[in-house]
């Protein structure tokens, strides 16, 4: 059978009858921008992420800009951000008119490397965007100190993320803010573009508050500038559906990765690295399987693997196609690699350009069956053994 890389139409079909009732109850609200679907959105996501408040935007992407702008970082200020992650995290900084300062990964973990932001702090860093790479939370436990020691401001960016856990807190409340992403593909995965930001301080929020619409306070009147950043009452609606099921849709997710893991530790030719310090990857290790931490609860937003070797990765995409199996580059090129980027790259950041050169994601959606999951297993094996 063929197993795609994510597949949306499994999850919408099974609650496609409240979507439709809920469209049609909005549609004939003739209430379409703010209003009771947007405050009931915001409050029901707060609850489940543990957070005082949360400020529902039209995408992740604004909720990084719009916590940005809440922090009142712009010219002349620097924001420190990982080299291995989408282009949205420092696509924004450089929106503000700041400079985005690339820093470097952990290898196994493909997280922000608190070594490589100590290195990279100046007397000009204004705040650090840790991001919570493919569903794992980064290392906030030792960002954290960094940050309040430099008294810098920190935006947590949980596109991946959302209801992950470090050492029992929810990822996007640990930092001063939180930015989170309602793309369809994402755990908690919405009809188009949507996103959420969450703030420790009542003040910044009632600011984030303000510069979601125009910089508006009160009607027409305008003590700020900020955007358009609201996000649609319908798209509002139709996420409340999904809300009470994303436990369940996270605990599917790290079911499949445990699958997959435990299918991998079979083959002498598939490595589990057991700490972030880990020697380099075994001779004779042809895949690399990511390291998750105890105290992490990862929502497994991607399964993503190392191929190390030249032309391997190619050779591995290449048997899953031939075996009817979907796969994903996240990401080819480090964002400091990027032409745009050219200006704001002077650092070096290897293991980002060699894990880069390396990953690669197979299916991890929370409705793949136990015989696609076998399949998948079963064909990844049979490559590690050719």
């Known amino acids: 059978m063929t197993i795609p890389l994510f597949d949306l139409t499994r999850q919408n079909n099974a609650i496609m009858d409240e979507l439709l009732a809920t469209s049609a109850r909005v549609l004939r609200s003739g209430q379409f921008i703010l209003g009771e679907e947007i405050t009931s959105l915001e409050a029901e996501a707060a609850a489940v992420l543990e957070a005082p408040a949360s400020l529902s935007v039209s995408s992740g992407t604004d909720a990084i800009l719009l916590a940005l702008m809440t922090a009142g970082i712009g010219p002349g200020d620097e924001v420190i951000v990982p080299d291995f ?150 798209q509002a609606a139709l996420l409340r559906i999904k809300i009470p099921l994303l436990q369940e849709y996270n605990a599917n997710r790290r ?37 998750i931490f105890s105290h992490n609860e990862t929502t497994w937003n991607q399964f993503t693997v190392r191929i190390p070797g030249e032309n391997q990765r190619e050779s591995f995409r290449t048997h899953l196609q031939t075996a009817g199996i979907g796969s994903e580059i996240y990401y080819p090129l480090p964002l400091s690699q990027q032409e745009c980027f050219a200006p704001f790259a002077p650092h070096s950041c290897p293991n980002a350009a060699q894990v880069a050169s390396e990953c690669v994601s197979i299916p991890i959606f929370p409705e793949l069956t136990e015989a696609e999951l076998a399949q998948v297993a079963d064909a990844i094996l049979s490559w590690l053994d050719q």
């Not at 300062?101 to 952990?106: L, N």
């Not at 959302?162 to 930092?175: F, L, N, P, Q």
């Open 255 to 291: 079911t499949n990765a445990a699958t997959y893991l435990e299918a991998l530790a079979t083959s002498d030719h598939a490595w589990q690295p057991v700490e972030e310090k880990s020697p380099s990857i075994p001779e004779g290790a042809r895949l690399t399987t990511p390291l």
């Open 85 to 234: 992650t989408f282009f949205a995290t420092a696509g924004c900084v450089a929106r503000t008119g700041a400079r985005p300062v690339f820093a470097d990964i952990c290898p196994f973990s493909y997280n922000l490397c608190p070594e490589s932001v100590e290195d990279r702090i100046t007397e000009r860093t204004r705040a650090i965007i840790p991001v919570h790479l493919f569903g794992q939370s980064a290392d906030m436990t030792r960002l954290m100190p960094i940050a309040q020691k430099h008294g810098i401001t920190v935006i947590e960016d949980c596109a991946q993320s959302i209801g992950a856990t470090h050492h029992g807190k929810v990822t996007g409340t640990i930092g001063d803010y939180g930015a989170i992403s309602f793309f369809p593909t994402k755990n908690l995965g919405g009809f188009g573009d949507g996103g959420l930001v969450l703030a420790a301080d009542s003040d910044d929020m009632a600011l984030a508050k303000i510069l979601r619409v125009h910089g508006m306070e009160p009607k027409y009147f305008h003590p700020a500038i900020g955007a358009n950043f609201r996000m649609d009452a319908l």
